[in-house]
């Protein structure tokens, strides 16, 4: 439920796709699907990947490496529920790109509530953007 309220809302903002996927050999073996890219004047600028576990996990953070060097793209962020504190972004050594890893807080007693709580992540998400064009 999270992932189609995030795509729909940052829809209306953006040009956004659920539903990319590229291979990333020349056997045509190896197909990459993120879970969400972002996308300004045509081009690929932000990937997000939405996980539902308590911990970061390398084999998270190498597989959005993996998206975004071979997707050409700076910046990826992983989302997280708020299980725990996340740190603010690991950046691959000698390297332009950079994993950002952001929480976001899915409890709540009403949908009101759960739309609130995207909206400030999409809000968050949005400024992310952002800064990417300064």
């Known amino acids: ?3 189609d309220y995030l795509n729909q809302t940052l829809k209306k903002r953006d040009s956004v796709k659920n539903d990319f996927n590229r291979h990333i050999d020349e056997e045509q073996r190896t197909l990459i699907r993120p879970d969400i890219i972002v996308k300004k004047k045509g ?3 932000l990937i997000l990947d939405t996980k539902y576990k308590t ?3 390398d084999d998270d953070l190498n597989q959005m490496w ?3 060097i071979s997707l050409n793209v700076s910046t990826g962020i992983l989302v997280y529920p708020q299980y725990f504190e996340a740190p603010f972004s ?3 050594l000698s390297s332009r790109y950079k994993i950002l890893l952001k929480n976001i807080d899915l ?3 009403t949908f ?3 739309k609130e709580k995207c909206k400030t992540f999409v809000d968050d998400v ?5 800064e990417l064009f300064l």
Request: hydrophobic share 45%; net charge neutral.
């Open 112 to 114: 009101e509530e759960f």
């Open 1 to 3: 439920m999270f992932i």
């Open 66 to 68: 993996i998206y975004c």
């Open 126 to 130: 949005e400024r992310c953007i952002m």
């Open 43 to 45: 081009i690929i600028v």
């Open 90 to 92: 690991r950046t691959l």
């Open 55 to 57: 911990s970061i996990k």
């Open 107 to 109: 409890t709540g007693n």
